[in-house]
């Protein structure tokens, strides 16, 4: 069958590769892809937002398989588009993609499904966002509602620096109507993990477990950033593993199902572990990236014809390799705030094994050169027996390739459980 991967990072690369190794899978188009995915799918050069243009391309290259990768096409209705003209999509609707798309349906969808989390207040003006602050202690956390391309949660150590990220989100609009609304919310600490599973609405397949490094540097420092590393399997014990599908995972299906809202796709949950338990930071309504990079390689079996199954409401149980996988990301000079383009990447960009790779996030081909043409430029992966195996066949892999510049944590995988 053909299958076509909407999305252009590091992310819909690793569906694109982990697609390609399926044996129902003959050919794989990319939406609009990268240069960098190339060898592995026929990419398109035009924009998702151009559904009839889509639509028709779809029916006539007889593409059987819609996977949609980033969280925009989802919240705006693509899902939905694509389902009303008879293809087959893996991902949710725009109904239940609000999941990720509003910070504020989610807190209340949550409250109703008792799912542990942080408290909040929603706020919508610096007055109300100031008022509200007085029910909680620092550090302060300000979370836009809407989609903010993943900078729209703020951490405030002090009352004043809360008091300019409300000046930015309401007086400033920085970001626009998405920030015209916030929660303002409780600062959660503990360690963060990220559980990804495969669901039809009614029940749901586990993913391994991943663990990001969200911070620009070595040691959790620097800014935050969309992520920029990770590994996986993380080794839950059971009782833990069991209150995550019993406290986050199974209210929010039952949940889903109350509210009518069908759901074909992804689930990731951003959880932070506290001494008293699991507490949902966030739903996404996709796979996340990193973590798709470290997590697809780990599922066994025929992967196009499980997403194909699930697409029309089957979901069979996944089989996980026992093995480990490692992701590093190698960014862009300036990044996150302002990620220098058009950096001429030295080395072997196409060099692979069965078990160390690239994947390619923002990579362009010009004449003849491969550039940088994005924050997060590569992921250099390895797969691996043990977690030291597949960390150390990650970095072997990332040396091969050099830019000025370059920005890499040393440390992916340390302090990791
Ligand atoms: N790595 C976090 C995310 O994809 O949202």
Known sequence: MKVLVVGSGGREHALVHRLGQSPSVTQVHALPGNDGMKSHALCLAWDWRDTDRLIEYCLRTEIELVVIGPEDPLVSGLADQLRDRGLLVVGPGADAAQLEGSKIFAKQFMNEAGIPTAKFHIVDSLESCMSAAQHFTSPY??????????????????????????????????????????????????????????????????????????????????????????????????????????????????????????????????????????????????????????????????????????????????????????????AAPGYPAAPEKDLVIEGELTSATDSSYFLAAGVRRVDGHWVTAGGRVLGAVGLGSSREEALSKAYAQAKQVRWRGLQMREDIGGGTR
């Open 141 to 330: 956390v300000l979370k836009a509602d809407g989609l903010c391309a993943g900078k729209g949660v703020v951490i405030c150590p002090t009352e004043d620096e809360l008091r300019a990220a409300a000046t930015d989100f309401f007086d400033k609009r920085i970001f626009g109507d998405a920030g015209g609304k916030a929660l303002l919310e409780q600062f959660t600490p503990g360690w963060e993990l990220s559980y990804l599973v495969l669901t039809n609405g009614e029940e749901f397949q586990p993913l391994p477990i991943a663990q990001d490094h969200k911070r620009l540097q070595n040691g959790d420092r620097g800014p935050n950033t969309g992520g920029m590393g990770a590994v996986a399997p993380l080794k839950l014990d059971t009782a833990l593993q069991e209150r995550l599908d019993q406290e986050i995972v199974r209210p929010t299906l039952v949940t889903l199902q109350r509210r009518a809202l069908p759901y074909r796709g992804f689930i990731f949950f951003g959880l932070m572990m506290t001494p008293q338990g699991p507490s949902l930071l966030e739903f996404n309504c996709r796979l996340g990236d990193p973590e798709t990079q470290v997590v697809l390689p780990l599922i066994e079996g025929d992967f196009g014809m499980i997403l194909k199954e699930l697409s029309t409401g089957r979901l069979r149980p996944l089989q996980i390799r026992s093995m480990h996988s490692a992701c590093v990301v190698m």
